[in-house]
């Protein structure tokens, strides 16, 4: 199996330019498919906390276009920059990427106007279909497990598929294969080519596991399929996390996802997106349709974005993403079928053949209240036919005894 650079999705590599130390990214180069996102993550030393952050575009530092910093406006069309100085890092974020925005960018921290540190990265943005896909920045809590979402073309169902660790040399340690039952206490894959996507579950993540991996299939005599995402695993405060990953609803019914996120966030842009469809991304603030579900988002800037789905269908199970700026967190969405209501019927009159049967009633769809009325009606008959009947008799035996002749017996009565 030969793990290839640049291969559709992430090359993550570790690199600091030449002539400087307290600046660097996991990422030397990355290739990214037209009309996509990228987050990438920059970090620097503690003397740089309180500096101005930036990213620009240019092959080198003397010919660099500032696109964005922290100290002005902190998004410009496409791309935003957010600061994070209690991790040490600052993460820039791209979208809706272009062939023409294949360049040389930098990461730089700049000192009263001049630049001191820097780490450039290579971003090749081309028309090929990634054939796999997964988030690109996950953090969670230590001690916490995820699972994360991995969704390949359909030419991948039948191959083996795994997860793996970027090392320090650009290669990919595998962790845990579909082929294979080890991985280890803290790692599980599982498969599912009816839906194209496999899970990677993560038990008891620790500090030391903070780092980036991949999503692999292994393809015989060519480059493996990859996609790679960034994991940062806080003993402190995660920045986004959900009341609740897994969440039901019934067919027809609705759920409710509440995604938390802490104050840095609190002004800037939210997303619902279906995992793996970054066009299927809506707004937070509005409504829209996701899949055959109608969604409403709401955010109250305070640290809450709920996203509430209605109408939900069969179609709309699978995974989910909810995004604050550069972070997201999966969320699997489980559709039930509706329970099965027992029909209205009621005895039909016969046939012109002699038959009798049941009749379906075409205008109820539970029998519950309709079965209550025809209860009480059926009481009420009775009642009213036993009066009936009733009167009927009294009113036959005071005619027949008015009409009948006396008897000896009724002369001896009388005497």
């Known amino acids: 199996m030969y793990m290839a650079p640049l291969l559709c999705s992430i090359l993550l590599l570790m690199c600091c330019p030449a002539g400087v130390g307290s600046m660097w990214t996991v990422m030397s180069s990355l290739s990214v498919k037209a009309g996509g996102a ?54 820039v974020t791209l979208r809706n990427l272009q062939e023409g925005d294949t360049a040389t960018y930098w990461c730089g921290v700049e000192i009263k106007g001049t630049t001191v540190d820097g780490a450039s990265i290579y971003l090749r943005v081309t028309k090929d279909t990634d054939r796999i896909k997964t988030m690109s920045k996950l953090t969670v809590q230590r001690g916490a497990s995820i699972t994360i979402p991995c969704h390949y073309d359909w030419v991948h169902r039948h191959r083996v598929k795994y997860w ?116 299927s991304c809506l707004t937070a603030g509005g409504t829209g349709t996701s899949q055959h579900a109608s969604v409403l988002i709401t955010d109250d800037q305070r640290g809450e974005m709920s996203v509430t789905v209605t109408e939900l269908q069969r179609e709309d199970a699978g995974w989910y993403l909810c995004i604050a700026a550069d972070l997201q967190i999966p969320v699997h969405l489980t559709v039930t079928p509706r329970p099965m209501q027992p029909s209205c019927c009621t005895p039909s009159l016969p046939t012109a053949h002699g038959e009798k ?36 008799t009294i009113w036959r035996y005071h005619k027949h005894k008015r009409g009948r002749k006396p008897t000896e017996m009724d002369d001896a009565v009388r005497e």
């Open 357 to 392: 049967g049941l009749h379906q009633s075409h205008d109820c769809h539970s029998c519950g209240p309709h079965l209550g009325i025809l209860s009480k009606s059926a009481v009420g008959a009775v009642y009213l036919a036993c009066t009936v009947i009733a009167a009927l």
């Open 38 to 91: 990228i987050s990438i993550p920059c970090s620097y030393d503690r003397k740089h906390r309180g500096h101005v952050k930036y990213w620009c575009r240019g092959a080198s530092w003397s010919y660099c276009l500032n696109m964005v910093r922290t100290d002005s406006p902190q998004r410009r069309g496409d791309v935003s920059i957010i600061d994070d100085p209690i991790q040490q890092v600052f993460t």
């Open 164 to 279: 793996c660790r970027q090392n320090l040399g650009g290669h990919c340690d595998i962790i845990v294969c579909t082929n294979s039952t080890q991985g280890g206490r803290q790692a599980s894959i599982t498969d599912d080519n009816a839906h194209l996507l496999f899970t990677v579950t993560l038990s008891d993540l620790q500090r030391a596991d903070s780092g980036v991996y991949r999503c692999g299939v292994e393809i015989d005599r060519a480059a493996d399929d990859t996609a790679s995402l960034y994991l940062d695993v806080t003993g402190g405060f995660v920045g986004l996390s959900v009341l609740n990953n897994m969440v039901a609803g019934e067919e027809g019914g609705s759920v409710i996802v509440r995604c938390r996120y802490g104050n840095r966030l609190g002004q800037g842009e939210k997303w619902w997106c279906r995992s793996g469809d970054w066009s």
